[in-house]
C-alpha cells in the first residue's frame, strides 16, 4: 500500500503539475498565434525496422484504414524498433495507437529518445497517431499525464495525428484493484470524467495550428454494451457521458471500442469436451456473423438508437489473439484457458491473416472506419503477462511466428 499523502503535499503536487500544463501551453498567445515551433528530432540514425520472416501471408486489405498498437514493453524498450511495414507482409504501417506519452515510473532521461523515435517513424511513414491520455482517480496524475501528451503531440504536429483518446475502457475502473467507491462517484456521478474530457479538448485548442480540429473519442470495452443502449449504472454512467460527448462534439466526436473474440466469455468447450473448435471458429469469422464484426454490429445498432445516423465515425481500437495462452484468459474463461489448441500460434496466425484481410464489411450496417490490431511485442498487463504481439522482445530480430499454418501464402524471408 502507498503511504498516507499530507495535504500540504498533495497540494504541492497540484500546483507542481498546473505549472506543467501551463509551461506546455505557454506558446500559445491571447492572440491564437499557435504554438512555438516544436523540437526537430535528430535526422534518421538507423534503418527502419523489419521483423525478418521466413513467410508472407496475403495482403492488406484496405491498409490506410489499418493501424497497429503501440505496447509499453516497445514503447519504452526499443521505440526504434516499430516495425514500419506490417509483420510478414510489405504493406507500410499506416497508423499508431499509443495508450499514452509515457508512464510516470519509466526513465525520464529516456522519454525524449523515446519520443524522437516515434517522431521519426511518422515522418518516415506518413503514419498518422492516435494519442491516449489517462482518467484515473488522482487528478494530479491524471494532469500530470496530460501535460506530457500535449508536449508529445506538439512534437509530432497535427499532421500526425489522427485523435486523442481520452480514458480506457472506463466502464470498468470500478473493478480494478484498490478503486475506492468515493472515486467511482466522484468520475461518473460527481462530473470528474466529463469535466477532465472538456479541458482536454480546451487545451487541445490552445494549442492552435489545426490541434482544435482533431478528431476526439474515448474507447470503452464490450462491457458498455450492457445496457439501453449503453450501460448506466453507477459504477459506470457510460451512456450519460456519451450523450453529452454527441450533444457538444457532434461529427468531431469516434466512438470507439475493443473487441477480443479471444476473451469472449461466451465461448465454451465442444459438447463439455475440452475441446473448443466452434468457439476458435467463430472467433476467426470475420463474416457479420462471426464473434468480433457481431458485437460492432451491435455496437453500430445502439449507436444508430444513441445518434439517430447510421453513419457516426466508429474505431475498433483494439483487437488480437494471443499465444502462448494469456495470464489473463483463465479470469475471463477457465475452459478456453484449460484448452489446448486455443492459444496455439497456428490460431494467432490464422486470425492476424483473417484481420489484415478483412474488408471491415459488417453487412447491412456501416462499418468501422479504422480498426488496430494489438500488438508489436508481448508485453505485460499490470505485471500479467499477455502475448499477443507480434514480435517477441525487443532483442529479436525475427517475428513470432516462423512456421507457416496458412495454405498458398508465400515462403520467403525479409531482412531487416
Same mark, same amino acid.
Given at each position: 500500500?502507498?503511504?498516507?499523502?499530507?495535504?500540504?503535499?498533495?497540494?504541492?503536487?497540484?500546483?507542481?503539475?498546473?505549472?506543467?500544463?501551463?509551461?506546455?501551453?505557454?506558446?500559445?498567445?491571447?492572440?491564437?498565434?499557435?504554438?512555438?515551433?516544436?523540437?526537430?528530432?535528430?535526422?534518421?540514425?538507423?534503418?527502419?525496422?523489419?521483423?525478418? *520472416?521466413?513467410?508472407?501471408?496475403?495482403?492488406?486489405?484496405?491498409?490506410?484504414?489499418?493501424?497497429?498498437?503501440?505496447?509499453?514493453?516497445?514503447?519504452?524498450?526499443?521505440?526504434?524498433?516499430?516495425?514500419?511495414?506490417?509483420?510478414?507482409?510489405?504493406?507500410?504501417?499506416?497508423?499508431?495507437?499509443?495508450?499514452?506519452?509515457?508512464?510516470?515510473?519509466?526513465?525520464?532521461?529516456?522519454?525524449?529518445?523515446?519520443?524522437?523515435?516515434?517522431?521519426?517513424?511518422?515522418?518516415?511513414?506518413?503514419?498518422?497517431?492516435?494519442?491516449?491520455?489517462?482518467?484515473?482517480?488522482?487528478?494530479?496524475?491524471?494532469?500530470?499525464?496530460?501535460?506530457?501528451?500535449?508536449?508529445?503531440?506538439?512534437?509530432?504536429?497535427?499532421?500526425?495525428?489522427?485523435?486523442?483518446?481520452?480514458?480506457?475502457?472506463?466502464?470498468?475502473?470500478?473493478?480494478?484493484?484498490?478503486?475506492?467507491?468515493?472515486?467511482?462517484?466522484?468520475?461518473?456521478?460527481?462530473?470528474?470524467?466529463?469535466?477532465?474530457?472538456?479541458?482536454?479538448?480546451?487545451?487541445?485548442?490552445?494549442?492552435?495550428?489545426?490541434?482544435?480540429?482533431?478528431?476526439?473519442?474515448?474507447?470503452?470495452?464490450?462491457?458498455?454494451?450492457?445496457?439501453?443502449?449503453?450501460?448506466?449504472?453507477?459504477?459506470?454512467?457510460?451512456?450519460?457521458?456519451?450523450?453529452?460527448?454527441?450533444?457538444?462534439?457532434?461529427?468531431?466526436?469516434?466512438?470507439?471500442?475493443?473487441?477480443?473474440?479471444?476473451?469472449?466469455?461466451?465461448?465454451?468447450?465442444?459438447?463439455?469436451?475440452?475441446?473448443?473448435?466452434?468457439?476458435?471458429?467463430?472467433?476467426?469469422?470475420?463474416?457479420?456473423?462471426?464473434?468480433?464484426? *457481431?458485437?460492432?454490429?451491435?455496437?453500430?445498432?445502439?449507436?444508430?438508437?444513441?445518434?439517430?445516423?447510421?453513419?457516426?465515425?466508429?474505431?475498433?481500437?483494439?483487437?488480437?489473439?494471443?499465444?502462448?495462452?494469456?495470464?489473463?484468459?483463465?479470469?475471463?474463461?477457465?475452459?478456453?484457458?484449460?484448452?489446448?489448441?486455443?492459444?496455439?500460434?497456428?490460431?494467432?496466425?490464422?486470425?492476424?491473416?483473417?484481420?489484415?484481410?478483412?474488408?471491415?464489411?459488417?453487412?447491412?450496417?456501416?462499418?468501422?472506419?479504422?480498426?488496430?490490431?494489438?500488438?508489436?511485442?508481448?508485453?505485460?498487463?499490470?505485471?500479467?503477462?499477455?502475448?499477443?504481439?507480434?514480435?517477441?522482445?525487443?532483442?529479436?530480430?525475427?517475428?513470432?511466428?516462423?512456421?507457416?499454418?496458412?495454405?498458398?501464402?508465400?515462403?520467403?524471408?525479409?531482412?531487416?
Amino acid at each position: 500500500a502507498r503511504p498516507p499523502v499530507s495535504v500540504k503535499m498533495a497540494r504541492a503536487a497540484t500546483v507542481a503539475a498546473a505549472a506543467l500544463l501551463a509551461a506546455t501551453l505557454a506558446g500559445c498567445s491571447a492572440g491564437g498565434k499557435g504554438p512555438s515551433p516544436a523540437p526537430k528530432p535528430p535526422g534518421p540514425t538507423a534503418k527502419p525496422y523489419v521483423c525478418e *520472416s521466413e513467410f508472407k501471408i496475403g495482403d492488406v486489405v484496405l491498409p490506410a484504414h489499418k493501424g497497429l498498437a503501440l505496447d509499453d514493453d516497445t514503447f519504452r524498450g526499443c521505440p526504434g524498433k516499430i516495425p514500419v511495414e506490417w509483420p510478414h507482409t510489405t504493406e507500410p504501417v499506416a497508423s499508431l495507437r499509443m495508450f499514452k506519452a509515457w508512464e510516470a515510473d519509466w526513465p525520464e532521461e529516456a522519454r525524449q529518445p523515446a519520443w524522437d523515435a516515434i517522431t521519426q517513424f511518422t515522418q518516415r511513414s506518413g503514419a498518422k497517431v492516435l494519442m491516449g491520455t489517462q482518467i484515473t482517480c488522482n487528478e494530479t496524475a491524471d494532469d500530470a499525464d496530460w501535460a506530457l501528451v500535449l508536449r508529445l503531440l506538439k512534437q509530432l504536429g497535427p499532421g500526425s495525428v489522427m485523435g486523442v483518446a481520452i480514458g480506457n475502457e472506463m466502464e470498468l475502473l470500478y473493478s480494478k484493484a484498490n478503486i475506492t467507491k468515493q472515486c467511482i462517484a466522484n468520475i461518473w456521478a460527481g462530473g470528474y470524467f466529463w469535466r477532465k474530457t472538456v479541458e482536454r479538448v480546451q487545451d487541445l485548442e490552445k494549442l492552435g495550428d489545426g490541434f482544435g480540429n482533431v478528431t476526439l473519442t474515448s474507447v470503452f470495452g464490450g462491457a458498455v454494451l450492457g445496457g439501453a443502449p449503453f450501460v448506466e449504472t453507477p459504477q459506470a454512467m457510460a451512456l450519460s457521458y456519451l450523450k453529452n460527448a454527441t450533444e457538444e462534439f457532434g461529427s468531431r466526436w469516434a466512438y470507439s471500442i475493443n473487441v477480443y473474440p479471444y476473451y469472449d466469455p461466451g465461448n465454451r468447450w465442444d459438447n463439455h469436451s475440452h475441446t473448443c473448435n466452434t468457439a476458435i471458429t467463430r472467433g476467426l469469422d470475420l463474416s457479420p456473423a462471426g464473434d468480433m464484426p *457481431s458485437t460492432l454490429v451491435l455496437f453500430r445498432q445502439k449507436l444508430q438508437e444513441l445518434t439517430g445516423r447510421a453513419n457516426d465515425t466508429m474505431w475498433l481500437t483494439e483487437t488480437g489473439w494471443s499465444s502462448p495462452r494469456a495470464d489473463t484468459l483463465a479470469g475471463a474463461n477457465l475452459q478456453m484457458a484449460q484448452c489446448a489448441n486455443f492459444s496455439t500460434e497456428k490460431v494467432l496466425q490464422r486470425y492476424y491473416d483473417e484481420v489484415l484481410n478483412w474488408n471491415m464489411s459488417l453487412g447491412e450496417v456501416q462499418g468501422p472506419d479504422h480498426i488496430f490490431y494489438f500488438t508489436i511485442r508481448d508485453s505485460n498487463n499490470f505485471g500479467v503477462g499477455e502475448h499477443f504481439g507480434l514480435i517477441q522482445t525487443c532483442d529479436n530480430a525475427t517475428c513470432k511466428m516462423q512456421q507457416n499454418y496458412l495454405p498458398n501464402t508465400t515462403t520467403t524471408t525479409t531482412t531487416t
